[in-house]
């Protein structure tokens, strides 16, 4: 066994992303200002999209984002239920209703649900990229499309992810990035937003900066002016210098990063292959799978026990995600109810995802492989032992 515990996930900050930092630090410039630029420019030339704008999460992220869309009161918003909180959160915070609506078998948004969730009402569909692979845009994109709706993806899972040979950044109206710790890439907290749409840019940047009309770097430089305007309100959701020093760095290291993400998640599926009491992860073909999760599901063993087990042999695993229609806020403010979530419900049931990151040495994933198989085999022994009590009967 183990001697030291395995996380679930970890970052890989390496020696350029601190210097960098440090370099931020000893300029005296540490909020928005020329590294969060540099940020954008490379993150909008690595996705191809024309804009990217740097924000402090990817639940600001979509929180802007919507707003530029002014989603408000008495609109709509389509969400799928197994995602994090954040995706539906804001959707309430702007004063709109969450349409939460079920997963198809691939744990992505199902197109179906969202055609039958469409009303009058619908403002935008913010689809998950669940997991790290994308889920079917091009249906979601057609049903909006048809409706005049807009998509906002939620692809803090998603960074450096394609769709049928696109970078994810490319498709929708606006696409919202994370920077967790946790994500393909980090800046401690972050996140970004990619898009096409010039006009919808120009007013994301100006709301994650309280509606002003510049921003600390174009007032307080040699040749900025000190007068800005306040033309609506806004929030306080800018990247700082600091965080930017970090994805700067991460950005350049990204592809490595899946590279080895994926590598980790083919030596689990073919350690797994003959256990049929592990479900592995499917792969859909013209959608880069960036593995971001590695979620499994445990049948014949109880999930808690099953993560018990994981952890009394120093190993690490967390549940993604305890769906939306379950939590208490959505339960008793809408009504949501598990029946209505049938597909959501069944993949739920023994959910769980192993560690997988990039840090990850080739020891550290036979340690889990290992603790993965000593649990199954002796659930199945165990099992057996009864086997003969029971035919006696
Ligand atoms: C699917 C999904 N959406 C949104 C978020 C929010 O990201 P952030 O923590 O950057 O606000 C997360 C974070 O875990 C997530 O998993």
Redesign the pocket.
């Known amino acids: 066994m183990r001697d030291r515990f395995l996380p679930y996930a970890l970052p890989s900050i390496g020696e350029a992303e601190i210097a960098e930092v440090v370099d931020s630090l000893r300029s005296g410039w540490v909020t928005t200002g020329p590294k969060v630029k540099q940020f954008e420019r490379e993150f909008a030339d690595y996705t191809g999209a024309r804009h990217a704008i740097a924000l ?7 929180h802007t984002s919507l707003a530029a869309l002014d989603v408000g009161p008495g609109d709509e918003v389509i969400v799928p239920t197994l ?5 539906a959160n804001v959707v309430v915070q702007l004063g709109a209703k969450p349409v939460i609506v079920d997963v198809g078998g691939d744990f992505q948004i199902s197109p179906e649900a969202v055609r039958r969730a469409i009303t009058s009402k619908t403002k935008a569909i913010v689809p ?3 997991a790290g692979q994308a889920c079917d845009l091009e249906e979601i994109l057609l049903l909006a499309g048809s409706h005049g709706i807009s998509v906002v993806e ?1 692809a ?2 998603a960074a450096g992810a394609e769709y049928a040979g696109k970078k994810i950044g490319l498709h929708g109206r606006a696409v ?5 710790a ?2 393909n890439m980090t800046t401690g ?3 970004m937003i990619a898009t096409n749409d010039d006009a919808l840019a120009h007013r994301i940047q100006t709301l994650s900066l309280h509606g002003m009309s510049r921003g600390a770097w174009s007032r307080y430089t040699e040749t900025g002016s000190w007068f800005y305007d306040v033309v609506e309100p806004g929030f306080k959701y800018n990247m700082s210098d600091i965080q930017a020093a970090i994805g700067i760095h991460q950005l350049r290291r990204l592809d490595g990063f899946i590279r080895r993400r994926r590598e980790i998640a083919a030596m689990y599926s073919e350690a797994f292959s003959d256990l049929p009491e592990i479900l592995l992860p499917e792969q859909v073909p013209n959608r880069t799978h960036t593995f ?1 999760l590695y979620p499994i599901r445990v049948r014949a063993i109880q999930r808690a026990i099953f993560i018990d087990e994981l952890r009394a042999r120093n190993i690490g695993a967390s549940v ?2 305890i769906p939306l229609h379950r939590h208490k806020f959505y339960r008793e403010r809408y009504g949501y109810r598990p029946v209505q979530f049938p597909i959501c419900e069944e993949l739920y049931q023994g959910l769980l995802s192993l560690p997988l990151y990039p840090a990850m040495t080739d020891c550290d994933v036979s340690d889990v492989t290992d603790a993965v198989r000593d649990i199954v085999t002796g659930r199945r022994r165990s099992a057996a032992k009864s086997m003969p009590a029971f035919q006696s009967l």
């Open positions: 402090n999460s990817c639940t600001a992220a979509l995602t994090f909180c954040a995706t998950v990229h669940y939620d803090a899972h919202c990035f994370s920077f967790y946790t994500k907290e972050g996140g971001h993604h995600f």
